[in-house]
């Protein structure tokens, strides 16, 4: 009769569960690595545009990690056809666009390049 000791466990099926979570990892990272260039490509394929916009609204996403955090901040911008745009900026752009500021949106593709506030 054949019967599995804990230690029968661990040398025989603990290799292959770390295996399976190892080739998972290399697979997230792999695919992350793939979107994220897809979509460089596609941005800087894309053409520069500039537009009338409004500041519709703001956000910030918070990420907190072993070894500390890190924030995303996200401004939606609506143009003059009634589509909003949510496009990422760096801190500084974050802090300085106000909710209702009306301008001049510059993008590419979904990469953010600036905003003129228009004067009242």
């Given at each position: 009769?054949?019967?599995f000791?804990f230690t029968d466990?661990?040398?025989?099926?603990f290799p292959?569960?770390f295996?399976?979570?190892?080739?998972f990892?290399i697979?997230?990272?792999v695919?992350s690595?793939v979107k994220?260039?897809s979509?460089?490509?596609k941005?800087?394929n894309?053409?520069?545009l500039t537009?009338?916009?409004?500041?519709?609204?703001?956000?910030?996403?918070h990420y907190h990690r072993?070894?500390?955090?890190?924030t995303?901040?996200?401004v939606?911008f609506q143009?003059?056809?009634?589509?909003?745009?949510?496009?990422?900026?760096?801190?500084?752009?974050y802090?300085?666009?106000v909710e209702?500021?009306?301008?001049?949106?510059h993008?590419?593709?979904?990469r953010?390049l600036g905003?003129d506030?228009?004067?009242?």
């Amino acid at each position: 009769m054949n019967s599995f000791t804990f230690t029968d466990i661990f040398t025989n099926i603990f290799p292959f569960l770390f295996m399976l979570v190892f080739i998972f990892f290399i697979i997230v990272f792999v695919y992350s690595m793939v979107k994220g260039l897809s979509q460089m490509r596609k941005n800087n394929n894309s053409p520069r545009l500039t537009v009338e916009a409004q500041i519709v609204t703001k956000r910030a996403q918070h990420y907190h990690r072993n070894n500390g955090s890190s924030t995303r901040y996200f401004v939606t911008f609506q143009v003059e056809s009634g589509d909003r745009l949510e496009l990422q900026v760096n801190d500084w752009e974050y802090g300085q666009l106000v909710e209702g500021d009306s301008g001049k949106l510059h993008f590419q593709g979904t990469r953010y390049l600036g905003f003129d506030r228009t004067s009242l």
